[in-house]
């Protein structure tokens, strides 16, 4: 599951230091006010030692949440593409989750963060799944009586800390009533996607999404999910998802960086399809794990791999 586990260090400000040194002070501003950006971003195991997953998109939408809370990151996209390698060398990571993280420190009491200081750490941990399911199973999921905010008031496009409270409040209803996950609907009404994973449709052969319209995080695994579908000749189809669809649909599935790809097999007491694991989802879910796992040499521009000789990602390479 999601547990933390201790390594032996975390890149703190530029340096590496030991993990029980990578401290903030109390007073941070980001820990009162969420003014903090983040990324959640996986490695895993390939022939060629680790690979971090899609790293140059992640840390691209980094710089881009950070842009938008006025957060001026102290580093370059080539440092930090090449501190979150040596993060993975340094932990002897494999098969990880890595959390780089930006936020204002210590300032002054006011909402105005301008020139407060800016702390960026990255730590990464092994890590498997991250939601209850196996390969034969699914989750349980409700739809939350916890609307998704409104993108006049945070921008869905961005990583903040303060959006995940959101999030956080739709987990807890859910996990009060024994389910694994919960959906949140937009404040019209429509799907929006999952606490911290986006969602599918698959109906009558069709993969179906949603898109900014709906106030999602676009996720960078929906993009990949979207690329695998149409590269496996299952067609697709990005349009806004009434809840009403939900409890017909063949199949559903999660995507995100940490659940990866996770069938769905009950809503709100409504079994999906069969209660298993549908066709399409288990083809995409094996296909979206050989890539990252870099069985696909076609999809290696997705992989920074950590060793050296290994075939290297470029910074600003097209994705
Ligand atoms: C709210 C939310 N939606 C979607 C996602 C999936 O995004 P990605 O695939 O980039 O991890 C995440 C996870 O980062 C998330 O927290």
Request: glycine residues 8%; hydrophobic residues 40%.
């Amino acid at each position: 599951m999601a547990e933390i586990t201790k390594t032996e260090t975390i890149w703190f400000n530029g340096a590496f230091v030991p993990w029980h040194e990578a401290k903030v002070h109390v007073l941070a501003h980001t820990l009162h006010y969420g003014t903090g950006v983040f990324e959640g971003i996986r490695s895993y195991l390939t022939d060629r030692g680790p690979a971090v997953f899609r790293l140059d998109t992640h840390l691209e939408r980094f710089f881009r949440s950070a842009a938008t809370y006025e957060i001026p990151i102290p580093y370059t996209r080539e440092q930090l593409t090449d501190a979150t390698l040596e993060l993975v060398r340094r932990n002897r990571l494999e098969t990880a989750y890595i959390r780089p993280i930006a936020i204002f420190d210590v300032h002054t009491l006011t909402l105005l963060p301008a020139d407060a200081p800016v702390t960026v750490a990255i730590a990464g941990w092994p890590m498997g799944a991250y939601l209850p399911a196996e390969s034969d199973r699914g989750v349980r999921v409700t739809v939350s009586p916890v609307r998704r905010f409104n993108p006049s008031a945070i921008p869905p496009a961005a990583k903040s800390c303060g959006q995940y409270v959101n999030s956080v409040r739709a987990t807890q209803d859910a996990a009060r009533r024994g389910f694994h996950e919960a959906i949140l609907l937009t404040d019209t009404g429509d799907v929006s996607e999952g606490a911290g994973e986006n969602l599918f449709v698959v109906k009558n052969g069709v993969v179906v999404t949603n898109d900014a319209n709906a106030a999602i995080l676009m996720g960078i695994t929906r993009d990949s999910i979207l690329q695998i579908a149409r590269d496996l000749g299952i067609p697709t189809e990005i349009r806004t998802i009434r809840p009403e669809e939900l409890p017909g649909a063949d199949e559903l599935f999660f995507c995100g960086t940490a659940v990866e790809v996770t069938p769905i097999e009950e809503l709100d007491g409504t079994v999906i399809g069969d209660g298993r694991p549908g066709p399409i989802t288990r083809q995409i879910r094996n296909r979206f794990l050989e890539i990252a796992r870099g069985r696909h040499a076609a999809y290696f521009k997705w992989l920074a791999f950590a060793r050296a000789g290994a075939p290297h990602q470029k910074v600003g390479s097209a994705v």
